[in-house]
């Protein structure tokens, strides 16, 4: 894999890896990510996304507004929820290049420290259930200035 990985980095900036086996992953929603972040500005919600998950590696997929959580292959999909969903056996990821750490398309916005440095699913889920109060506040929010 890693010869098949280097030569699809070689011709693209992505490379089609199998999850399940080194890690797994857990797809956010971008609005989730961005609105616990309370940014859309890539480098403002890297560093909020470094912080909070403790510098685990995350690729954001910008065509597609999906985040992607690195977590240990074990991970089981306790995660699910709306806007959240965990990914391993049977599912390959575009990952990119080392050294793809800016937009535009595909790239790493925490990028990984080691292979063993992976995200916590918990401090994933947080990321998520934050993001989801934050929107629910907004929503409630636009909803009381529209009636008064």
């Keep these: 894999m890693p010869g098949r990985a280097l030569s699809e980095w070689s011709t693209w900036t992505v490379a089609l890896l199998p999850l399940g086996r080194l890690f797994a992953a857990v797809r956010i ?41 690195l ?30 750490t800016q937009p535009p398309g595909t790239y790493w916005s925490v990028a990984p ?8 699913l918990a401090d994933v889920a947080d990321v998520a259930d934050t993001g989801r109060a934050r929107l629910a506040a907004l929503t409630a929010v636009r909803g009381t200035e529209a009636a008064g």
Excluded: F, K, M
């Excluded at 292959?73 to 793809?100: C, F, K, N, S, Y």
């Excluded at 420290?113 to 916590?120: Q, V």
């Design 29 to 69: 929603e971008e609005r989730l990510v961005h609105a616990a972040a309370g940014s859309v500005e890539p480098e403002s919600v890297a560093d909020y996304l470094a912080g909070r998950l403790q510098l685990g590696p995350v690729i954001h997929d910008s065509g597609n507004r999906h985040y992607y959580a």
């Design 71 to 100: 977590v240990p292959p074990d991970a089981g999909p306790d995660v699910e929820q709306p806007g959240v969903q965990h990914l391993g056996v049977d599912t390959w990821l575009g990952v990119p290049r080392p050294d793809r």
């Design 113 to 120: 420290r080691s292979p063993a440095c992976l995200c916590h």
